[in-house]
Each structure stands twice: as structure tokens, then as C-alpha cells.
């Protein structure tokens, strides 16, 4: 691969680290997603699931396959703590899950591809919004992004990536089955009745109820679920409060529950449900829930799509640079929906330097994307594209 295409998707990379936009909110993503794909002649359309891009290239031939490859575009709320000449320009905004990376690797791929004189397959490049809680990929599927209804035709398979901090330079890794976790978001409201501090039984205490709840959904895990089976329950929230002396009105809980298979999830939401209601109404007040529209399935890597990967990956890598992931991420990805409707591959890509011990992790406020990774990317899209 030539240094300047590196060199050119390095600073593609860095320009969108500098402008992260929430999901939904790409539009200056999209822009210059935009303008790279009309230099390059690449058939596009934007505003697809609102801040989309589908791009096509067609093979120089009769085409063999249809060939999709997806990236992410969003970026997160959280203050970027990096201090990098290129840090993000918008405070409060950071991409600190490497989104920018993922787009700038299938901008070098476009690019790499449109210069291949050869291409046996069609290529659909999909640039979805709003992976980080959003379902933009469930937006590109809804789109008919998959079935050729956005530009060019109906894709056969499809594959993902994800910058991984564990995982080495140059190396990659990926498993058949599931590989990343369900994730479904709730919300409990739990009504008490206000009083004095020094006079709780005048009142109903939300966060005595809240508390017994939190601990209570512990056992989701522990005596719910098979212990041979992975469910995680969490409570990233608790409001409640507004001075030190007095009992509030109401509490609120927000939530993640994660599970590696639909029965596993069926048998966690019954059970925190029941926690929560009965909980509440054991302490004399009302809780109800609430789950927030598009959990995210299970993603789920289909075999055959999977062993085209390795195939693919230790031609192009070698063999020692290809690595089977042993467990599932219990991590969520909204890559499931391609899942879905298509054969489908996700697997991670090494952010973790040669030499170090650590990189900082996916969601901190001093990670960054690391270039080095970029390069690999392209090769490893670019070779997906051409001879999957
Ligand atoms: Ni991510």
C-alpha cells in the first residue's frame, strides 16, 4: 500500500477526530464522506437513515457477489482528555470508541478499491449513523440498504470491524457465533411520598426502595440465569434527591441488561421486571419500567462468513496474526442487524502498540484511535471487498 494513501487516511482520520458528532448528528461526517466519494467517482446517496452514506462500486466485470462493508460514524459525550494537537474541537464531544478510524479505513478502502483494475465483486460501502444507541445500522437495513433499494444491488454478505485496545498492531481476531453481547436500556421511575429526613414515617423513601431494588437485580445473575450461561445486569443511574434532609418524591434507575441469546434475555427481563414492581410495592411504594426502543440483539457471526474471513485474513496477514477471539464481548453492536438479513463477519482489529502493555480503553477520555491500525484496516476491507 502506498504511504501516501496512508498518509491521506491518516489525515481524514484526524480532521474527524477534531469534528465528532453525535449519532444522528453527522452531518459534517457525511459531508466529507460526501466529497471524498465524488473525487473518487463513487456512486453515493446521502441523508440515508437520516445521516447515512451508501456508496457503490461496481465490478469491472460480470460481477461474481455483492460485497457490503460497514463503518460507523458517531462519536460519544464525553470530554476528550487526550491533550492531542488534533483533540476534539467540540467540548463535551469526543470519538472515544474509534469511529473516526472505522470511517477513515473504508475511505481509504473506496479509495484503494477505485484503483484495483480487477474487481470480480460489487462492493456496497455503508457509512451508518448513530451506532452508539441510536440503531443506525437498524436505520440502513429499514433504508433497504442491504437489498440494493439505496444504490447499486442486493449485498450477499457483509463485514464489520472494531478497533480493539487488547489486541495487538496488525492483528485481528474473530469467532464464530455470537460475538458481541444483546443490549437493552431501561428505565425504572419509582414513587414514593415526600417528608422531612427527620420524619420518614411520614413518607415513602425512593431511595430506600431504589437501593433494595439495585440490590436486589443482582440476583438476576446469581439465581435467574444458568450459572454456565452470561447475563449482566447494570445500574449506570440513580437520581434521586435534592438536599440532605429531605426525603424526595420519586427515584429513577437507569439500566443496561446484556445476554449472549434471546431466551437468556426473555428469562432476565421477566425477573427484573418482577424485582422492580414487587420491590417497590413491598415498601409500600409504585415502581414502573420502562425499556427503551431498539435494544440491540445479539451479533452474530455466521460461520461460513466466518471462515471466508480467516480464509481472506491469513492470506492477506499470515496466520500467527489471525486470532480466534475465545469469548463473546459482552459489549453491544448494532453490526447485529446486519445479521440478520445477511451472512455476516464482525471482528476486531489490534489497537494495542508493539512494546506496550496497555492502551487506554474504548469509552475513556484519553483514548484515541491508534493510525498505526489503519493500514491493516484498508488491507484487510480492500481484500474482503475483492475476494470474498
Ligand atoms: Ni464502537
Redesign the pocket.
Known amino acids: 500500500m502506498s504511504p501516501s494513501l496512508i498518509q491521506e487516511v491518516t489525515k481524514i482520520r484526524r480532521h474527524l477526530h477534531q469534528h465528532p458528532e453525535l449519532g444522528y448528528e453527522e452531518t459534517g461526517t457525511a459531508q466529507l464522506i460526501h466529497e471524498q466519494l465524488t473525487q473518487l467517482g463513487i456512486e453515493h446517496k446521502t441523508e440515508v437513515g437520516k445521516t447515512g452514506v451508501v456508496a457503490f462500486i461496481p465490478a469491472t466485470g460480470e460481477p461474481s457477489k455483492t460485497i457490503a462493508l460497514r463503518a460507523?460514524m458517531d462519536a460519544l459525550p464525553i470530554h476528550e482528555e487526550t491533550n492531542l494537537p488534533y483533540a476534539s474541537q467540540t467540548p463535551g464531544k469526543m470519538h472515544a470508541?474509534?469511529?473516526d478510524g472505522?470511517t477513515a479505513i473504508l475511505l481509504g478502502t473506496a479509495k484503494l478499491l477505485t484503483e484495483t483494475p480487477h474487481r470480480k465483486n460489487n462492493v456496497l460501502l455503508l457509512f451508518q449513523p448513530a451506532?452508539?444507541g441510536g440503531a443506525g445500522g437498524k436505520a440502513l437495513v429499514d433504508a433497504g440498504a442491504l437489498r440494493g433499494e439505496v444504490v447499486g444491488t442486493p449485498a450477499d454478505i457483509i463485514f464489520g470491524l472494531?478497533?480493539h485496545p487488547d489486541h495487538r498492531i496488525g492483528h485481528v481476531s474473530t469467532r464464530p457465533g455470537a460475538i458481541m453481547a444483546s443490549a437493552a436500556q431501561f428505565r425504572v421511575i419509582i414513587k414514593g411520598k415526600g417528608a422531612h429526613a427527620a420524619y420518614p414515617h411520614n413518607g415513602i423513601d425512593p431511595i430506600v426502595i431504589g437501593s433494595h431494588i439495585v440490590t436486589a437485580l443482582q440476583t438476576v445473575a446469581s439465581r435467574n440465569v444458568d450459572p454456565l450461561d452470561s447475563v449482566v445486569v447494570t445500574i449506570g443511574q440513580f437520581l434521586a434527591g435534592v438536599a440532605h434532609n429531605v426525603i424526595p418524591e420519586k427515584a429513577e434507575l437507569n439500566g443496561t441488561l446484556r445476554t449472549l441469546n434471546m431466551a437468556t434475555e426473555q428469562i432476565a427481563v421477566k425477573a427484573i421486571e418482577s424485582i422492580v414492581a414487587n420491590t417497590a410495592l413491598a415498601f409500600g411504594g409504585e415502581a414502573t419500567i420502562t425499556w427503551t426502543s431498539n435494544p440491540y440483539p445479539v451479533t452474530f457471526n455466521d460461520p461460513d462468513a466466518t471462515d471466508t474471513f480467516r480464509r481472506i485474513a491469513t492470506e492477506a496477514i499470515g496466520t500467527d496474526n489471525v486470532h480466534h477471539e475465545p469469548h463473546p464481548s459482552m459489549?453491544g453492536?448494532d453490526f447485529s442487524y446486519y445479521g440478520y438479513e445477511i451472512p455476516a463477519c464482525f471482528f476486531f482489529l489490534g489497537l494495542l502498540p508493539h512494546g506496550a502493555d496497555s492502551y487506554p480503553n474504548?469509552?475513556a477520555p484519553n483514548f484515541d484511535f491508534n493510525d498505526d491500525a489503519l493500514e491493516t484496516g484498508i488491507q484487510l476491507m480492500t481484500e474482503l471487498a475483492l475476494t470474498a
Open positions: 460507523d470508541c474509534g469511529h472505522h451506532e452508539e472494531h478497533g459489549g453492536e474504548l469509552h
